[in-house]
Nanobody
Framework: QVQLVESGGGLVQAGGSLRLACEAS????????GAWFRQAPGKEREFVTS????????YYADSVKGRFSFSSDNAKNSMYLQMNNLKPEDTAVYYC?????????????????WGPGTQVTVSS
């Protein structure tokens, strides 16, 4: 069972940038569909971005489109989330996920592997 660990979270001012990383161990991401989700206090976990299988389109939530960018590096068995022009409403714990088992890329229940999360706090 692949294990995921996120890094790169922290405190940043509004308008700033952060780059999150998610490293896999105990297995390969390979062509596995990957994703990033986030969860703010008192709210449900929400979809941020995801690849489709076999390097197809990358999907983004409307709230992050044009500001966030998903990438991956199979050689490093890692995926990344570049976050630019951050806003206070982006404050949340960010989770990476992999090994999607259905076409519902936006549904957290579709993913079998999860990281423990990394906190991102954006101050106004």
């Amino acid at each position: 069972q692949v294990q995921l660990v996120e890094s790169g979270g922290g405190l940043v001012q509004a308008g700033g940038s952060l780059r999150l990383a998610c490293e896999a161990s105990g297995g390969t991401l390979g062509s596995s569909a990957g994703a990033w989700f986030r969860q703010a206090p008192g709210k449900e976990r929400e979809f941020v971005t995801s690849t489709s299988w076999n390097g197809g389109p990358i999907y983004y939530a409307d709230s992050v489109k044009g500001r966030f960018s998903f990438s991956s590096d199979n050689a490093k068995n890692s995926m990344y989330l570049q976050m630019n022009n951050l806003k206070p409403e982006d404050t949340a714990v960010y989770y990476c996920a992999a090994h999607r088992s259905s076409s519902r890329y936006f549904d957290a229940a579709s993913y079998r592997a999860w990281g423990p999360g990394t906190q991102v706090t954006v101050s106004s």
